[in-house]
């Protein structure tokens, strides 16, 4: 089994920053990417940014300006620092991960159960 599991969350007033780490554990052989998602309330989950295995990153429009992506191969973590957050940053932030098992033949994505992250004054 392989899980993800953020944190870093929380309430941040605009033009503050954040920094989000997610960490895979469990029977992990190679991972290929890992990013974040954010669903905002009523809208439809979207890419934050993601970053693969040879360090290549991208980011959605709305907040490369503003973020920096990056990841600990060792410990099989990926952080997603942001700053200049305003109001529409509001969202539950996912970790996901392209991931093959040890023994196993397939990558298969997993999902993080999110934290939620607040712009608020």
């Known amino acids: 089994q392989v899980q993800l599991v953020e944190s870093g969350g929380g309430l941040v007033q605009p033009g503050g920053s954040l920094r989000l780490s997610c960490a895979a554990s469990?029977?992990?052989?190679?991972?290929?990417?890992m990013g974040w998602y954010r669903q905002a309330p009523e809208k439809q989950r979207e890419l934050v940014a993601t970053?693969?295995?040879?360090?290549?990153?991208t980011y959605a429009d709305s907040v490369k300006e503003r973020s920096t992506i990056s990841r600990d191969s060792a410990e099989n973590t990926v952080y997603l620092q942001m700053n200049s957050l305003k109001p529409e940053d509001t969202a539950v932030y996912y970790c996901?991960?392209?991931?093959?098992?040890?023994?196993?033949?397939?990558?298969?994505?997993?999902w993080g159960k999110g934290t939620l992250v607040t712009v608020s004054s």
């Open positions: 970053i693969t295995n040879r360090d290549i990153t």
């Open positions: 469990g029977n992990i052989g190679a991972i290929v990417v």
């Open positions: 996901n991960a392209l991931i093959k098992q040890s023994g196993g033949v397939a990558f298969m994505m997993y």
